[in-house]
């Protein structure tokens, strides 16, 4: 079969073997190919390896030099809050001060501002402020996100936000699988009913199933927030209606979020740096992916979710950058790998599969991206760094250089085509 692109002249062609989720010590099996080259087909990878490409040419294939780069496949940020009105750097010194963040959202700050001005804000301002974040991500490699509401906590602003998600989804590079987070926190119409707020939540998310706008539900379980009981009611819902579960799980106290996650056989549950040494076992035993996010700890001043314990104990681990404005106000995913290894403790090849094949997994798209294998999508990224150690090292910079998005190149020089 012939090519219509081919990437040649590659360094280090560095991939995840298998498109299985990679637990304990496959998450430091990576495949390493000097020399390599990719040729790509209608948006697919039809071959990659060592060796010369030639038989793979036609007329009007497009030749890649890689320039003796490396590359990986395209990055998979599986948890952020990319579509949302604002931002709180009015809040930066208090925190800077040490005031908690569960305090700032109780005196109707934190989250609860952003709310205000995510319902202010005009479905142009959202899609513009998101699509400039999304165009950052891209720069640095991402080309896969997951994104989720929860700044509307109501029906018409959720939509909003979530129709936002949609159409960048259509008419940028970067794919983006939705979560409805409408249990995010109370809204402040709903300040002494808990109860009926749930009811909005359950009926909502039911007209969002309808109207195809989500593809799973998440829930912030805290006890100041959704307890376990109420977590449960709306996640149990979910699932019967047919989405996905995600659960923002052991933030902040030992809840238990992470075990109901387990329970329900939800995608994944994330943050988890208060978590339990019996549900990291749970974790350990289950499907779930155990999504980190260490950026959010880096900001927050908290502590590091303890990442070699579920490795060592058999996790499946991503680790995503949980882009928002209120605990993780930057897009840089490569940041977020970078103290993935310095913080979480993880090693360079660890990071690399938690950031792709086990994020893909954790998005149910393990067979379309995630590595660089016959028949997945041409997503690839070629790296300005003699190998993949350096990139985790270097800190606070963008070692991207080009990135193709389904066979087509996107990124070049470090600008958007
Ligand atoms: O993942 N923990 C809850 N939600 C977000 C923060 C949202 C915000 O502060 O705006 C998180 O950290
Ligand atoms: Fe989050």
Redesign the pocket.
């Known amino acids: 079969m012939r090519a219509d692109t081919i990437i040649y002249n590659i360094k280090e062609l560095i991939t995840p073997r298998r498109s299985l989720p990679h637990r304990g010590k496959e998450m430091s099996q990576l495949d390493v190919i000097k020399d390599a080259f990719i040729a790509i087909r209608n948006g697919k990878i039809i071959d990659y390896g060592k060796g010369n490409h030639s038989k793979y040419m036609q007329e009007n294939t497009y030749l890649h030099d890689a320039n003796n780069k490396i590359v990986i496949p395209g990055l998979i940020d599986s948890?952020t809050?990319l579509v949302?009105g604002g931002s709180?750097e009015s809040e930066f010194r208090k925190k800077i001060k040490g005031v908690p963040?569960m305090d700032i959202?109780k005196k109707g700050g934190?989250?609860l501002s952003?709310v205000q001005q995510t319902r202010k804000a005009s479905f142009d301002d959202l899609f513009n402020k998101a699509k400039k974040s999304l165009d950052e991500m891209l720069l640095l490699g991402v080309t896969t996100i997951e994104a989720?509401s929860?700044?509307g906590l109501n029906y018409e602003t959720e939509v909003k936000q979530l129709e936002v998600a949609k159409k960048l989804n259509e008419i940028h590079p970067i794919d983006i699988s939705s979560t409805y987070?409408g249990a995010?926190?109370l809204p402040k119409e709903f300040k002494d009913d808990k109860d009926g707020y749930i009811k909005s939540v359950l009926k909502d998310m039911a007209l969002i199933r309808n109207n195809d706008l989500a593809e799973s539900v998440d829930v912030?379980c805290?006890e100041a927030?959704f307890n376990i009981e109420e977590s449960r009611q709306i996640l149990e819902e979910a699932k019967k209606i047919g989405f996905f579960l995600r659960v923002?799980a052991d933030?902040?106290t030992p809840l238990g979020g992470a075990g109901l996650a387990v329970e329900l056989n939800a995608s994944s549950a994330?943050?988890l740096i208060a978590i339990s040494d019996e549900d990291i076992n749970k974790l350990a035993k289950s499907k779930t992916v155990a999504n980190l996010?260490p950026t959010?700890s880096f900001y927050?001043n908290k502590d590091y979710a303890n990442a070699r314990e579920m490795i060592d104990n058999g996790c499946i681990v991503s680790v995503s950058s949980?882009y928002?404005?209120?605990?993780?106000p930057s897009e840089n995913f490569q940041f977020t790998m970078q103290i993935a290894c310095n913080k979480l403790r993880m090693k360079p090849k660890e990071v690399l599969i938690a950031a792709t094949i086990n994020a893909a997994y954790g998005l149910g798209k393990k067979e379309k991206i995630g590595s660089i294998s016959k028949g997945k999508d041409a997503d690839i990224v070629i790296l300005d760094a003699p190998n993949l150690d350096y990139i985790m090292y270097h800190f606070g910079v963008n070692h991207t250089q080009d990135v193709f998005k389904f066979g087509k190149l996107v990124v070049k020089d470090r600008q958007i085509i």
Not at 324 to 328: C, E, F, R
């Open positions: 948890h809050h949302h709180r963040y959202l934190g989250i952003t989720k929860g700044y987070l995010h926190a912030f805290e927030v923002h933030e902040l994330d943050h996010l959010t927050l949980d928002n404005p209120g605990s993780s």
